[in-house]
């Protein structure tokens, strides 16, 4: 009987890595970007399954980024990603995130349908979809390759640079300097004046700098870069008051904002960076 080991999402994209590192040490060529259809093709293999994935393709399916779904005996596994996707670096999250749904989970279903909101959570929990973001961002973008490419001043020229170097989106690379930074930072995701999506480091959160976009419909304050539609992307940012953004902040505080177009994704990107000692909790 095969053995069913229980993985991690950073144990199982770790274990992918460092075959990849010792492959380019020995033979040279790119690191990075990582080739995800090689890792899917060859995992099976490589943890000693008896299912393997024989196909990756891209299909039209409605309101979804990608799939994971196996045949009617569960012997052979395909990934399938939305044939609308725009850009190679959601293109390559998505194969990631079905990836790590067949290394993590593929004894729980048969078929996983992943959502754009899917590939969004990262938050450290139970659930699959957050399980397989986290492999997707270990695999993609390791750790400490990552740190070594943010040393020094960080702004999103400096984020935009790990896209390109991992070959993913910007919204991606941002998201992994969140999960790891002790910086107290919030990236909105905003279209026609409201948020669609919100994501805190946990200092932010801590700090009480989070917004709950999953149960409320929020706007932008309208004397904010992001509001601001004279400017479409300012990376390095300028210095307002906290209170803009956090009614509850400090008079004489100020944040970092910093915004970007994204066409990828239809919508501003805003990075707010909140001094190390400030809290924003609302008043009781």
Excluded at 170 to 184: N, Q
Excluded at 221 to 244: C, F, H, M, Q, Y
């Amino acid at each position: 009987m095969e053995k069913r080991e229980r993985l991690a999402p950073a144990k199982a994209a770790n274990k992918l890595n460092t075959i990849a590192k010792a492959f380019h040490d020995i033979h040279g060529g790119a690191r990075f970007p990582v080739d995800v259809d090689q890792f899917a093709f060859e995992a099976a293999e490589i943890f000693k399954w008896q299912d393997p994935i024989t196909k990756i393709e891209k299909a039209n399916i409605s309101n979804f980024e990608g799939m994971l779904t196996s045949n009617d005996t569960q012997s052979k596994w395909m990934i399938v990603y939305n044939s609308s996707l725009r850009s190679q670096g959601r293109v390559r999250f998505t194969k990631a995130h079905e990836l790590g749904h067949y290394i993590l989970h593929r004894t729980q279903k048969t078929k996983f349908l992943c959502s754009k909101e899917d590939m969004l959570d990262w938050q450290k929990n139970e659930n699959i979809e957050s399980q397989a973001d986290q492999f997707a961002s270990y695999l993609l973008m390791p750790l400490d390759d990552f740190r070594a490419q943010v040393r020094g001043q960080l702004d999103l020229d400096s984020l935009s640079h790990c896209a390109d170097r991992y070959g993913v989106s910007l919204t991606a690379a941002v998201i992994k300097w969140l999960s790891y930074t002790t910086e107290k930072a919030v990236l909105i995701m905003s279209n026609d004046g409201y948020m669609n999506w919100a994501s805190s480091s946990e200092a932010a959160f801590k700090a009480g700098a989070f917004f709950r976009t999953r149960t409320n419909t929020i706007a932008i304050p309208t004397v904010s870069l992001a509001a601001d539609t004279k400017i479409e992307s300012n990376k390095v940012g300028v210095r307002i008051p906290t209170k803009i953004w956090f009614p509850s902040a400090q008079c004489n505080s100020e944040l970092l904002e910093m915004k970007i177009l994204s066409e990828q994704y239809d919508c501003t990107l805003s990075l707010l960076i909140l001094p190390k000692n400030t809290e924003v909790w609302p008043t009781e």
